[in-house]
């Protein structure tokens, strides 16, 4: 399997890879909430294993964006959360199974064996979305409409999907270079208005009023046709 690792803990991560490589999976490794769904915006994962106490965002909330933007991947909670209270917030997040520290890798190795079978066996499709005439294709990164297909790329998947996840809210150019492009600080670019400006071709209906509008000294917001 090729497993997304969410983890703050640097040693534990660590340890954690290195368990995983010995039992024959692959990993990739991320400390952070908000890098975690970049990753699987630009990474196919068979399922993520996920720590609940991250420094940018709780793993509740990661889940539950991750079945917002259509990811419907296995997710693993491997916290010291222990209590009754997280494991059932943690279950109806969206996450599948829930492991609390210290754990046994032989546990640990078999769950995620029983996810993947689990996961074969119903085959679950992602959500469908739409926005205005298209169809969302979140495997692929692609709209579709009729006959009509528009490919976009990792970063530009990773934007739209921000911009649909808080459909109606104005974004400012600091919120969506964090969510996006993972960067704390204004890096001085007009990196945002590009991308933007590319986003805009390939959603929009020619002769038809933006979708995603320019709010003047605030940001970005996206208005959805129905």
Known sequence: MHLLLVEDDTELARQTSLWLREAGHTCTWREKGGAALIALGTESFDAVILDVGLPDMDGFTVVEQMRARGFGLPVLFLTA??????????????????????????????????????????????????????????IKRRLRHGNETVELQPREWTLLEVLLANEGRVLTKKFLLEKVWDIQFDPGTNVVDAMICRLRRKIDTPGQPSQLQTVRGKGYVLQAVP
Not at 94 to 100: I, L, M, S
């Open 81 to 138: 959360r222990d209590n009754v209270t997280d494991r059932v917030r943690g279950l109806k997040a969206g996450g599948d199974d829930y492991v609390t520290k210290p754990f046994a890798v032989e546990e640990l190795l078999a769950r995620l064996e029983a996810l993947q079978r689990r996961a074969m066996g119903s085959a679950a499709a992602p959500a469908t979305r739409h926005l205005g005439q298209w169809t969302l294709d979140p």
